[in-house]
Nanobody, 119 residues
Framework: QVQLVESGGGLVQAGGSLRLSCVTS????????MGWYRQPPGKQRELVAT???????NYRDSVNGRFTIARDNAKNTVNLQMNSLKPEDTAVYYC?????????????WGKGTLVTVST
């Protein structure tokens, strides 16, 4: 069983930056695809970004160019650098991992970290 633990959330002003980190309890190499999701207040959870074991990335349109996902296989971590934050980025951010590249859903989830962007 793989456990994912997020950190790095907090309160930031619009235009600021935050860096989220996710540490896996086991080897991150067991998770082919890693991702960050978020759930804004009163809304459904949505995909933010994913990264494959080979480093291929994918972003939702609204964060493309502002957010960067990266994984460090040696440190069993996946990070999300968030720049030029907007109030609409306010959400609980979740780290997730899938064992297989083409899995229809993520297998493991963290408990989330809250990001609040003020005006």
């Amino acid at each position: 069983q793989v456990q994912l633990v997020e950190s790095g959330g907090g309160l930031v002003q619009a235009g600021g930056s935050l860096r989220l980190s996710c540490v896996t309890s086991g080897s991150i190499l067991s998770l082919n695809r890693m991702g960050w999701y978020r759930q804004p207040p009163g809304k459904q959870r949505e995909l933010v970004a994913t990264i494959s074991i080979g480093g291929t990335t994918n972003y939702r349109d609204s964060v493309n160019g502002r957010f960067t996902i990266a994984r460090d296989n040696a440190k069993n971590t996946v990070n999300l650098q968030m720049n030029s934050l907007k109030p609409e980025d306010t959400a609980v951010y979740y780290c997730a991992g899938a064992r297989y590249a083409l899995a229809p859903a993520m297998d493991y989830w963290g408990k989330g970290t809250l990001v609040t962007v003020s005006t």
